[in-house]
C-alpha cells in the first residue's frame, strides 16, 4: 500500500502516470489525490436501468442497453475508415459507430456475446445509432456490478478524444478509493455532525461519486455542501473579527455643530425609522476605534444619499475630511449639486473632481485636499488616483457599488495612515445570499422602508405596435407639467445600431412633439460631459418636457416632477437595470407610470423579467429573481467570481444551508475564537488549508 496525502500528485495514482496527470491538469484543473476527491459528478444515470432498443423513443439519449454484436461492417471514407457494426436485444437493432481505433475496436469485441452497452443515442431516418458506446461484457459487468447509479463527470473535448472517457474517469475514481481504503479525515467537528445529522466525510465522499442509493446520494450532497459552505463562511466571518480588533480606525467621539445644526434646521424631511436605524448603526461603529466597513442596502429611492451627508457631517466635526465616489459623472455632479444646495450656509467646503475637471481646478482642489481647507470631495473614480491626498481622510462612502471592482474599495484605505471609516452603498438591493457570500466580511445595514408619501409606480408592458397610444399617454401627461424619460438601450458603447435605434427614436418623438409646443432633451454617452450637463440641467429644471437617452441616466439621478418613464426595447435589460431606471421616477408627489416597449418576440426570459416588474416594485424581490435567472457570477460580475466558484453549493438552492451554516460559523468563532480547542482541531487545520489555497482573502478587499 503506497504512502499518501491528499497533497500528493495524481502522477502517483495507479493507471494515471504522467501524461495523464498533465492533461487531468490542464483540462481539469486537477493535480492531487485531494483534487481528484473533491471532482463531483454532475450528473448520475440510474445502472439499475436497461432499455429495449424496441421501445426507444425519439428523444432518449443516454441509455444503457443488454445485447449482442451480430458483425462488423468497414466504410473506406477519405480519411481512415469508419467501423460500424450491428447491435441487437431481441427487440431491435441499432448500429453502433466508431470513428477511430477501428482495427483495436474489432479485435477486442467478441461477436454474439452478450454486452452491456452504455451511450448517446441519435436517431437517423428509422434507426437509432449510437457512437463510441462504452461496452462491457454482461459477465465481466455482473461480478462488477455494485455501481448502482453510474456518476458522470464533467468532462472536455481534448479529455475524451485523447482517451479519458467517463469510463476512465470512473475508474481513476474507484482507483482512488481502493488506494485511499475510502478513508478520508473529518473535517467538521463531532457535535456539528451529530446536531445536524450530516454524513461523515468519508461516507458522504463515497456515496457522491458512487451512491448506494437515492437516499445516500441526497445526504451526501447535503453534507458536502453544508461544509464548502461553511468553511467560506467562516473565513469571511474570522475576516470580519480580525479587522475589527487589529485594523484601528479614527474614533468620532462627538456630535458637533454642523451635525446637529443640520439635524434640527437643514433636513428637507423627517428621516424614516429605517434611516435613523440605519445612522444609529454608523455612529456605533465610528465611535469605537475599529475602522468601519459597512455595507448599506436599500432599494432604489429608499434614501441612502442623506445618509451619507449625515454621515459626511460626522466626519468634519471630528475635524475629518470626507469624499463620496460615484460611479458616472453625471451622478456625481448631481450628488456635488444635491448636497450643496442642502448644506446651504453651512461653512463646509465642498468640491467635485471628475476626469473632465481642468487642470488648474484639479491643482487647487489637491492644495485644499492637503492643506485641509476642502472638507467634502465628491466625485468619480479621479478620486482613487494616487495623486489625490487628503489631509485626513476620515469617512469614505461609494456610492452604487456593483460597478466598482473591489481592488478600487482598498484603493482608498490608502490615502492615509489609518483606513478611513467606509460605507458602500448598493444601487439595487442584492439578494440575501449572495450578500451574505459576497459581503459576509462587511456589516450589513438595510433601509427597509421607503419615504412616506410615496405611491406605488404604475408599470405596464406595451408591444411597438402600441406606439400611438403610448404617444397620447405622454401628450396628456405632458398637459398637466409632467415630464417625460425614454431610455434606449445602449449595451455596448461601441455599437452602431444602438445609436441608430437612439437616433431613429429621437427623430420619431420630435415629429410627434415638434416645437416649440415641447421642448426636449438629449443625452447619450457620445456626447461631450459639458453638453450632457447643459442637457441634463435643462431637463431638471424642467425646460424640457422629454428626456431621450441612454443608459447614462440608470444610476441615481434625481428630477422629482418627472413621472414617466418608457424604457424602449425592455427586453433587451436585465432586471436590476430595469428596476434602476423605474426608480427614476416615483420621487415626487405625482402618480408615476413606468411602460416597458417590446417587440412581440420575447424568450422565456424576458418575459420572466418582464411580468416580475409588472408584477413587483419591491427591489429584494426583483434581486432574488434576478439571481434564479442569472446565477451568482453573472449578477455579481466576474472579478468576484472567486467567491462565487462553489464545487457543489447553489446559492439560490442552497438559501436555507448558507443561513444555518453561518449561524454555526458564528457560534463556534465566539465559543473558541482562535480555534484552539482540541475538539476544534480538524476545523483549524482544513481552514488553514483551505485559506492558504482561496482567492477569498485577496478577493475581498
Ligand atoms: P437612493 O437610496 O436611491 O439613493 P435618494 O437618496 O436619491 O435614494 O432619495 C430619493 C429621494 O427621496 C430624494 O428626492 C430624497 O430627497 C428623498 N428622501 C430621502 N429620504 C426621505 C425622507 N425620509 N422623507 C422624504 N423624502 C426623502
Ligand atoms: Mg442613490
Redesign the pocket.
Known sequence: MPQYNLNTSIAYLTGVGPARADLLKSELGIRTFGDLISFFPSRYIDKTQFYKIGELQQNASEIQLVGKVTGFKSIKQKRGSRLTASFTDGTGTIELVWFRAAKWIKDSIKVNEPYVLFGKTTLYGTKFSMAHPEMELLSVHKKSGQIIMQPIYPSTEKLSNRGVSNRVLVKMMQQLFIETQGKFRESLSESMISENGLLSKSEALYNIHFPKSQELLTRSQQRLVFEELFYIQLQLIRKKIIRKSRIKGYVFDKIGPHFNDFYSHG??????NA?KRVLKEIRKDVGSNAQMNRLLQ???????????LLCMLMAIDNGFQAALMAPTEILAIQHYH?IVEQLGDLPITVKLLTGSSKVKQRREIHDALMDGSLDILIGTHALLEDKVQFKNLGFAII?EQHRFGVEQRSKLWKKNNLPPHILV?T?TPIPRTLAMSMYGDLDISV?DE?????KEIKTAHRYDSNRLSVFKFMREEIEKGRQVYVVYPLINESEVMDYKDLMDGYESIVREFPLPKYQISIVHGKMKPADKEFEMNRFIKGETNIMVATTVIEV?V?V?NASIMIIESSERFGLSQLHQLR?RVG??AEQSFCILMSGFKLSADSKVRLKTMVDTSDGFKIAEVDLKLRGPGNLMGKQQSGVLDLKIADLVKDAEVLTQVRAEAIHLLNEDPTLAKPAHKMILETYQHIAKNSTLWSNIS
Open positions: 433636513l428637507p424631511f423627517d428621516l424614516t434611516q436599500g432599494d432604489v429611492g429608499s434614501g441612502k444619499t442623506i445618509v451619507a444635491s456610492d452603498m444601487a433601509i421607503l419615504p412616506p408619501g410615496r441615481g434625481n422629482p426608480g420621487r415626487g
